[in-house]
């Protein structure tokens, strides 16, 4: 099992960034590949990026690409998300996902709390 807390939310002016991280306790990173999804007021929870265990395998959304980068520390048990040119459609709850098997189909087994991103235009 692992636990998952992000942090690095808030309130960010358009074209700003911002870097959210998770830190995972429990069982170590590497087991994992890692994900992030967000979910917006009054939408479905949507897939953002994920990062295969070491690194060498990344996905993104369509929205996003060229714009957020997915990083991780196995060292340091900490996966970033690093959000550049943000948009008022960027606001939304932010979630951590860890997954095994099915990962590449966005399928997750823990998850966090989540951490709000606001963008203001």
């Known amino acids: 099992q692992v636990q998952l807390v992000e942090s690095g939310g808030g309130l960010v002016q358009a074209g700003g960034s911002l870097r959210l991280s998770c830190a995972a306790s429990?069982?170590?990173?590497?087991?994992?590949?890692m994900g992030w999804f967000r979910q917006a007021p009054g939408k479905e929870r949507e897939f953002v990026a994920a990062?295969?265990?070491?690194?060498?395998?990344?996905y993104y959304a369509d929205s996003v690409k060229g714009r957020f980068t997915i990083s991780r520390d196995n060292a340091k048990n900490t996966v970033y998300l690093q959000m550049n040119s943000l948009k008022p459609e960027d606001t939304a709850v932010y979630y951590c996902?860890?997954?095994?098997?099915?990962?590449?189909?966005?399928?997750?087994?823990?998850w966090g709390q989540g951490t709000q991103v606001t963008v203001s235009s």
């Open positions: 429990g069982r170590t990173l590497p087991s994992y590949a």
């Open positions: 990062i295969n265990w070491s690194g060498s395998s990344i």
């Open positions: 996902a860890a997954g095994t098997t099915r990962w590449r189909l966005r399928e997750f087994d823990h």
